[in-house]
């Protein structure tokens, strides 16, 4: 995979602004751009338009469900996926509802995190259908 795009990636904790930032590093050459909280997260939008935003839920100031409000009224078609470590059914469904594409667990081993990333990337930016699963035995 060679994803050349635009990313941000949006967390109130640094260490998870890092380690997100070296998944997705793995997958080409994006260009990465963080935030700490959906404030700045509205405001690099709008600025910089990135092709994928990777957006937490639960930050101070303006939660990942307010940024994710915030960034669908300024553009409908960008992607976003939310980062969670904890599951809440509820709020998985709301933020699908208000125009996330997609959710990722960001307390799993980093090797599943960047497959489950390049599975993003190739559902929302390539052209072609995915590979038909092979048979098993």
Do not use: W
């Not at 930032?21 to 939008?45: C, H, K, S, W, Y």
């Amino acid at each position: 995979m060679n994803f050349t795009g635009k990313i941000l990636v949006v967390d109130d904790e640094a260490h998870i602004r890092k380690y997100v930032t070296l998944m997705a590093r793995t997958l080409g050459r994006p260009t990465v751009i963080e935030a700490a909280n959906g404030q700045d997260a509205v405001a690099i939008f709008a600025r910089e338009k990135p092709d994928l935003i990777l957006l937490d839920i639960n930050m101070p100031r303006m939660d990942g469900v307010e940024t994710l409000q915030a960034i669908r009224a300024l553009d409908r078609d960008c992607v976003i996926v939310m980062l969670t470590s904890l599951v809440n059914r509820q709020t998985v469904e709301e933020c699908a509802r208000l125009g996330a594409n997609d959710y990722l667990r960001k307390d799993v081993p980093q090797a599943e995190m960047a497959a489950q990333l390049q599975r993003v990337i190739e559902e929302e930016f390539t052209d072609e259908p995915p590979a038909p699963p092979v048979p098993g035995p």
